[in-house]
């Protein structure tokens, strides 16, 4: 059974069929290819800005993830595919060594393609034999090695995500405005009815917040901690394009009044009126580049591409704020939450089904929170270069909660808390209002 | 009675005494024409960066906010100092107008120092017949207006303390090494015994943090409001410059793994390798500059001018952490606390008294805080222009606690909230650990 | 009889009556004292950007220039007034040693004003001591210090112009509009009469060129060479205000054909849309700021404060071009010249004389050449540390031939070469045109 | 008979046997193909800094020159490949239109390598339809045709050899060191004795500079004018790297008295302290970076890949001067010149031959002049868009003459003007020492 096939088909894996892990590690892997497919090999060489990395860089990288942390440790005599591979592709790592600087990670157009291609194959190999070995022996892998490889599926992941958003990012500059798979329609939406808004009111009091479980999280979900909630309302689902057009039209970006103060710096010296990827025609018409190309923006669909700044301008300006990212964990508690929904042939935010309840908590954006990425108390990272993974990244970012279109399934919980730079746009971001009781 | 001559005897004003408005404001304001006293009209002119203002425009500043506020809205009649001041002097205040761009404020060599200082002589005048024209009707001033006369003195006095660490970083460049009050010894504390360390134990549970009360505060100190804090220990006292050599001395400026990721960044960007102010000599001996011009680090004092990121550094290196504002709140408590006493004698952190309990709150240096810069659940800015003071900054900054030995008497509040951007250094910055119990 | 008073009258130094070497020496040191007379100590004190200077730095680093390369060598026993001051006052001579970083030469609050006064008078009766030192032996200076103090006189005659267009700067970006000396009125040119282009015929053939004969001039004049001149003809006078707005008016500044490439991205970069200190009113009128404080843009008066950039466009509009410094050197040699008239009453280029022949050669605005600045055949700098005065800037810059308003009387000459870099506007810089035969 | 076979042979086109425009043509179209296929199309992509181009970008611009100047005009019926590609590979013609930015030529992933290549084999053939089109019709082409697909030619000869520094550029920020072409030995010339300095003697008097005769030139080049030039001394060969480690060990980067006071900037800012890609191994040898990969410095060799600052820093070490573009232009004229041997096996600098009289002049490195770029005297740009090719950059630059081990054969000529940027270093850059007579 070849599940390239199958993820090209769009049936994806059914994670609630709890397959075992090597299987959701096959699945992860082959999905990485998957996503490059449709790129050229100049696609995947090239680097956009600081921020983003060449696909190239996604396939090496989380490669050497699973070399550096699973096989050198734990399958006997494993040899290392090149040693130069180490400097190229480790990311942040201090622990693990010295590194090639982020911003030029677009020069390496050594190691070839063709290399990485070879190294993914190299490394997936050893993977399985690290599987037999332990197979062969009538056990099971040592708890850590599957727990690290757990934590390399999530990994990938997420690199998963930022190759498709670093990739858009890269297309929007290019004046042929790209198409990153040719076969989707984008305007299916354009007429469609909003889901009216809807507030879900939730009490106050102390709720446990964080993860529990034996499931798979990383470690700043925990742990899990008594935190006092105030009686809030959540909306029931993401705010839309239209709306945002709204708050254009009414002077939102040139209304120093409802912008934080290093906001309202960044509009100005980045000379910002949109979202990120819009523009506006001749016409007056907004459209917008995704990775469906260049199209007109969809009203019904929420909005995309803004950072936390443009967030909280636009909750002021709607008489709302941002929800905490506790308000978020406990509004979504005892919900009936819609299923992520990861599809190639989507990779664009839907429009709210027309249902009762709170929704879109996954599968369409994140969500800024007006929580600043924080430890949780009692927090303590790993031990060892994987403790790197998200502690020291806490300061000047903030969290965001659900999941986008463009997340794998079964990738994101309620408990997970995605962290990014309030300046920073180019992921696909969205909000959702909340307001006291 | 002239207050000038009190305040020049060291006979600060008995916060204790309760004093009326009046008599604060009449305080407040000699306050600043004393603190610009041993300046030149040249020193007061400067500006040494982005982040501080000249002494002038403190002066004038200050004084624009009593016109702009109060006068103009309270006193009949009263017709501006200056049409054009307006423009060069207002701070922040989108509401108020357009204003002289921040960076160039040391460019404003007219209005000359003679005329601010007859500003000041028109708009304190104006201040006195706001209360006779009250007092005359046999009534006393609205409330609107007295809370914002309020808010003008605890402006006043922060711009009190910005006006020394501002003078203290433009003295800092410049090579003769200027001390800023001649006749105040420095070495006095050379041999001092330090305070051991002891841990004060709190419990966890449900706790109500903000201002309550009739007393002054800002917006952002409430609303009062429940939050959950778990049990945790707090140091009794601040670190000293003693134990920050330590940490030099153990690599903590080399060491990648103690620092935040944006820290790092800093340390190597800006060759960080001491506090702010801090040189060593060719012997080793480390000197710094001070208020009281260049002299050799005192080992029992407080270290002062770091950053957040070192702060979070160094309690990595110790096993420790920095505590949360509402830990630090509630340490406070029922502590019996040292009052501030801001002396023109000192302006120095002073060692920690051989005292048993919580130590050194106020009248020390600033102590970060782990909690990001945020608004407190229910808050609200308050209505109109005065709506900017702090809630537009909400965003990228930390929170610090206490008050240090450059804070106004009277000025600081166990419930106060300073905030600062966590790369900035060149207040009166320190910290004090603490631990998960 | 003092001098100081002759100043003030207006009646300066007649340069044709050849005083004598001490004589114009305390008429030099004096006219910077002058100079600085209408500025408070805080407009003396200020750097309105790095290529500017403060009023203070030009007046001790004038002073320190004749302490450190005449009184230190030539007078016995000469004690130093602070020695600090070498450092802070030195401004690019490494051969003397380490110095102040210029951009923060605005920072030096200390040494204060009053020092500074001091410093002049000392060093000033010092020189009065050299001159009596070899008169008591019935001597006379060695040549070689007479040569320096003569270095010296032109040196501070040059900072008394940066003084002069330094503060122009520095007003020119307060919203008060300051005048620099109340007394003169400047709009009585306004309907003056334009004198008629007339176009001066040069043959072409080998000529000569650089200074010649015994009086002073700067290292780079010489030595005197033969040069390959082209037969050209050049503008009788300079481009007036009014045929700039022409230039604007038919898109001068946003016709990328006539710019030079690097030109073209400072246009746009810099948002250039007219001289320096030229804004248009609401009503379309061009107005400029000038030591007169701000007016409307006097038409028949030369343009200034124009890069190279700028008149290089111009010329290229008009169909002309730019003189080479050898041509311009040759077409002044023959002419009836108009004398220089440095005259604290003007301060602004004046319209042309309505005569016939070579005018406004000098005394208006420095005219712009296309010669980069070189080293002529057999250049060689001085030895020792003045030989840093001239050579090590031979790169990037451009020679300006004449003189302008702020030009002191004697200053200059036909064959002096002052050089600015091709975006530089703050000097009062103009153009004349020139043509091929 | 194909040309690719006889580069690829070695066999390069013999310029002295005349061959026709359309053979050249042919040829030099074949060569930029040549010159990529060692390159994967990852490493055509890239972009590796805002001086440099991809090498896709220069195949496609070098076409794009042909198609908009040449076939758009004269061949009938002529229908561009592709519309989009007037705005992707314009380099800076403002005349013909808009044009993507420079500094991101490197994210065009789009249009792909193979489209790039359709493109060029589209050109190549409607070239030889316009060769047919006058051909049948008996007659010649128009000369300006001619004159243009000359320009033609030698517009993609600068590019090939662009494109062959900027493949160093990306290659020496590359971890792995990657090698342009396997095939190729390095250090044969270990051992070599230097040919010892003889120095020509020229006199002085007035001579005629500038191109003259039928042959092909660029705009700059001419007109052909008198020129005064003072008696010279020029050194017969180049600057070797074992006289350039001999002036680092002198204390060359680090002794101020040596530089242009801009030179000395870019010292310290850029820290120096060798030639671009020369770094020194543990054990003190120096290493550069060449495209045959990483490999200890050649003593015997030239000394390339060094700016203008250091240039002049090294005459200075060398009590000698750059010659001017006049002297150099006169010294080569009655010489015997070595004939340029650009060759895919050397592709670096190589000794001098043991020769009397001038040698070196071209095919090693380009030589810096101390010369400005400037229009010679009656210079005008040509007509329409191409008159943007040289005249808009004559400022700022500094001219360089000769040529390098990377410049095609038949490109360089003795009045040749090649011109960068004083603080350039990515070009095959050298110097050859003038004195005065």
Redesign the interface.
């Known amino acids: 059974m070849s599940l390239n096939h199958d993820i090209k088909d769009g049936t994806y894996l059914d994670v609630l069929q709890a397959p075992s892990l090597l299987q959701r590690l096959r699945y992860t892997r082959e999905m990485s290819v998957v996503l490059s497919t449709p790129l050229?090999?100049?696609?995947q060489?090239?680097q956009?800005m600081n921020d983003a990395s060449p696909t190239?860089w996604h396939l090496a990288h989380t490669t050497w993830f699973f070399e550096t942390f699973i096989l050198s440790k734990f399958l006997e005599n494993y040899i290392c595919f090149d040693d130069?591979f180490g400097?190229?592709f480790n990311s942040?790592y201090?622990?693990v060594g010295p590194r090639?600087p982020r911003p030029?990670r677009?020069?390496?157009?050594?190691?070839?393609?063709q290399e990485v291609r070879s190294y993914r194959a190299y490394v997936d190999e050893a993977l399985e034999l690290l599987f037999q070995q332990y197979d062969g022996q009538g056990g099971e892998l040592p708890t850590k090695a599957s727990r690290l490889i757990e934590l390399g599926i999530h990994h990938e992941q997420q690199h998963q995500e930022l190759l498709l958003t670093d990739i858009l990012h890269?297309f929007s500059?290019?004046?042929?405005n790209?198409v990153y798979k040719k076969e989707i329609s984008i305007n299916r939406n354009k007429h469609k009815k909003v889901l009216d808004y809807d507030w879900q009111d939730c009490d106050g009091g102390?709720f446990e917040i964080g993860h529990t479980g034996d499931g798979f999280c990383y470690d700043h979900e925990g742990p899990v901690?008594?935190?006092?909630i105030?009686p809030f309302a959540m909306a029931n689902r993401l705010v839309t394009n239209k709306e945002w057009i709204d708050f254009i039209n009414d002077g939102g970006y040139q209304n120093?009044?409802l912008?934080?103060?290093?906001?309202?710096n960044k509009v100005q010296s980045e000379q910002w009126n949109a979202p990120l990827y819009w523009q506006q025609d001749e016409d007056g018409q907004w459209m917008r580049m995704s990775l469906h190309g260049r199209h007109s923006v969809v009203l019904a669909e929420p909005v995309s591409h803004i950072s936390?700044?443009e967030a909280?301008a636009f909750a002021n300006w709607a008489g709302k704020r941002l929800p905490t990212e506790q308000e978020w964990e406990r509004a979504a508690q005892h919900q009936d939450i819609s299923v992520n929904t990861f599809d190639l042939q989507h990779l664009s935010p839907q429009p709210a089904q027309l249902v009762s309840g709170l929704t879109q908590l996954f599968g369409h954006t994140w969500q800024w929170t007006?929580?600043?990425y924080?430890?949780y108390?009692?927090y303590a990272p790993e031990q060892g270069a994987v403790g790197e993974y998200n502690g020291?990244?806490?300061?000047?970012q903030y969290v965001l909660r659900g999941g986008s279109c463009l997340t794998q399934n079964g990738h994101s919980r309620i408990t997970y808390r995605n962290f990014f730079y309030?300046e920073q746009r180019w992921q696909c971001t969205g909000l959702r209002l909340a307001t006291?009781a």
């Open positions: 050229s090999d100049e696609d060489m090239v956009s190239k130069t400097y190229c942040y201090d622990a090639h030029i677009g020069l390496l157009t050594r190691p070839s393609m890269l500059l290019n004046p042929l790209p102390v901690h008594k935190c006092y105030h120093v009044a912008w934080l103060s290093d906001g309202w936390y700044y909280v007006q929580s600043a924080a430890p108390p009692g020291k990244f806490m300061c000047n309030p006291n």
